[in-house]
């Protein structure tokens, strides 16, 4: 089956007001950067997006935050977004921090068809308690925090109830993907593309180069076509940004 869409835009054209979107991306690092342009052109608005972490100011989920159109994020860490900052303590975003192990775990659950599991991580926390704030006031009192979440002790240990995460659409980006939408990803993109692929009830992949069927390796293949709906086309850039870059001049 011929999964590839003509454009990004076209690829991109149901997605409603209030979807829920798993974007890939680790950092600046394989981010579905022309999606999330074609989204930034579209009319959707209010969308509920999981995400590593929402970009910078100025590339990234950052240009969907700076325009409004973001109501909500899951993400492991708030990073080099100044906006994202300001929006959610003056109340204008609701914001999830999830431990980024388990953001990806969440992820990798909705894909395989598992509901929930239990895991250590935030236990003896507000993260088991409840009382963590997702969505702030502009006076900075809490409008609203997370629930309790359900403890059980296993071998002895306390473990916490995680909800795996299945959103409406996923958006990715990979270095070389063929018609049939099985994808391969290059370096730190693999941390979370595949995962956010899985997790997507349609799943739309930006390729920077686009295959023939029976072209690629099987056993480099890092996502299958079973988990990839529509495939777009795109430039690669080139000039791929970081999010920080540190230099030194002279010594060792």
Same mark, same amino acid.
């Given at each position: 089956?011929?999964? &590839?869409?003509?454009?990004?835009?076209?690829?991109? *054209?149901? $997605?409603?007001?209030?979807?829920?979107?798993? $974007?890939?991306?680790? #950092?600046?690092? #394989?981010?579905?950067?022309?999606? %999330?342009?074609?989204?930034?052109?579209?009319?959707?608005?209010?969308?509920?997006?999981?995400?590593?972490?929402?970009?910078?100011?100025?590339?990234?989920?950052?240009?969907?935050?700076?325009?409004?159109? %973001?109501?909500?994020?899951?993400?492991?860490? /708030?990073? @080099?977004?100044? @906006?994202?900052?300001?929006?959610?303590?003056?109340?204008?975003?609701?914001?999830?921090?999830?431990?980024?192990?388990?953001?990806? =775990?969440?992820?990798?659950?909705?894909?395989?068809?598992?509901?929930? !599991?239990?895991?250590?991580?935030? &236990? #003896?926390?507000?993260?088991?308690?409840?009382?963590?704030?997702?969505?702030? +006031?502009?006076?900075?009192? /809490?409008?609203?925090?997370?629930?309790?979440? =359900?403890?059980?002790?296993?071998?002895?240990?306390?473990?916490?109830? @995680? =909800?795996?995460? $299945?959103?409406?659409?996923?958006?990715?980006?990979?270095?070389?993907?063929?018609?049939?939408?099985?994808?391969? !990803?290059?370096?730190?993109?693999?941390?979370?593309?595949?995962?956010? *692929?899985?997790?997507? +009830?349609?799943?739309? *992949?930006? $390729? =920077?180069?686009?295959?023939?069927?029976?072209?690629?390796?099987?056993?480099? /293949?890092?996502?299958?076509? %079973?988990?990839?709906?529509?495939?777009?086309?795109?430039?690669?850039?080139?000039?791929?940004? %970081?999010?920080? +870059?540190?230099?030194?001049?002279?010594?060792?």
């Amino acid at each position: 089956m011929d999964k &590839t869409v003509t454009s990004a835009a076209r690829a991109l *054209a149901d $997605v409603p007001s209030g979807a829920s979107l798993a $974007v890939g991306g680790f #950092g600046l690092c #394989g981010v579905p950067a022309e999606l %999330i342009d074609a989204l930034l052109a579209g009319p959707a608005t209010d969308l509920r997006v999981v995400s590593n972490n929402c970009g910078v100011d100025d590339a990234g989920l950052g240009r969907l935050l700076s325009a409004g159109r %973001i109501a909500r994020m899951t993400s492991s860490y /708030v990073g @080099e977004n100044k @906006e994202f900052a300001r929006r959610y303590l003056t109340g204008e975003l609701e914001v999830e921090l999830v431990a980024q192990g388990t953001l990806a =775990e969440r992820l990798r659950a909705g894909g395989s068809g598992i509901p929930a !599991f239990y895991t250590p991580a935030g &236990t #003896g926390t507000l993260l088991a308690d409840g009382g963590l704030p997702w969505r702030y +006031r502009g006076d900075g009192s /809490v409008a609203l925090a997370s629930p309790p979440r =359900e403890v059980r002790e296993f071998g002895g240990r306390p473990y916490l109830l @995680e =909800e795996a995460i $299945v959103c409406d659409f996923a958006l990715v980006r990979a270095a070389v993907g063929d018609r049939h939408g099985n994808l391969i !990803f290059h370096a730190a993109a693999r941390n979370f593309n595949p995962l956010c *692929a899985m997790a997507g +009830r349609i799943t739309v *992949a930006e $390729v =920077e180069r686009l295959a023939e069927p029976g072209e690629l390796d099987p056993g480099r /293949v890092d996502l299958p076509g %079973i988990f990839v709906q529509r495939v777009v086309a795109v430039r690669d850039p080139g000039d791929k940004r %970081i999010e920080r +870059r540190a230099t030194r001049a002279g010594g060792r």
